[in-house]
């Protein structure tokens, strides 16, 4: 089973997310796709969804928003948790991710230092103090 399915279509900060999470003290799986329409497709097709899926936004061709509102509008996937995490700080991005059923909002730090102690929280709350329904 994958934890966290990383949705991410710059190789850059998909490369510094998965140092960053070989580097914690717990093991987490994970797989990285570089697109919306690869997001979409693995969701569907997959047997065992991820405990989590992290979701750039702004994607080239299918959007972070388009990937969003399939998970959202699909029985199988739709109270799967899902998080942004995106470079926009911009209160309108924000307000449609949450009015499209967001679980929650982050923005990429500038730093790397930074982005690993973003990382390690939301593991921690996400795969070990998040309570989730069985059936995901």
């Avoid at 509008?73 to 209160?91: E, I, M, Y």
């Avoid at 390690?120 to 309570?131: A, E, G, I, S």
């Amino acid at each position: 089973m994958v934890d966290i399915l990383y949705v991410e279509d710059n190789a850059d900060d998909a490369d510094i997310f998965g140092r960053l999470l070989r580097k914690l003290e717990e093991p987490i799986t994970y797989s990285i796709l570089n697109s919306g329409s690869e997001a979409i497709d693995y969701l569907q097709q997959t047997l065992t969804l991820p405990r989590l899926v992290l979701l750039d936004l702004n994607l080239i061709g299918v959007s972070g928003f388009d990937v969003l509102e399939t998970i959202r509008t699909n029985d199988r996937t739709r109270r799967l948790p899902v998080v942004a995490f995106s470079t926009s700080d911009n209160p309108s991005d924000i307000r449609m991710a949450y009015e499209s059923g967001i679980n929650a909002y982050l923005v990429k730090p500038g730093t790397y230092q930074a982005t690993g102690l973003l990382i390690q929280r939301l593991c921690r709350f996400w795969l070990n103090d998040n309570t989730q329904p069985n059936e995901l």
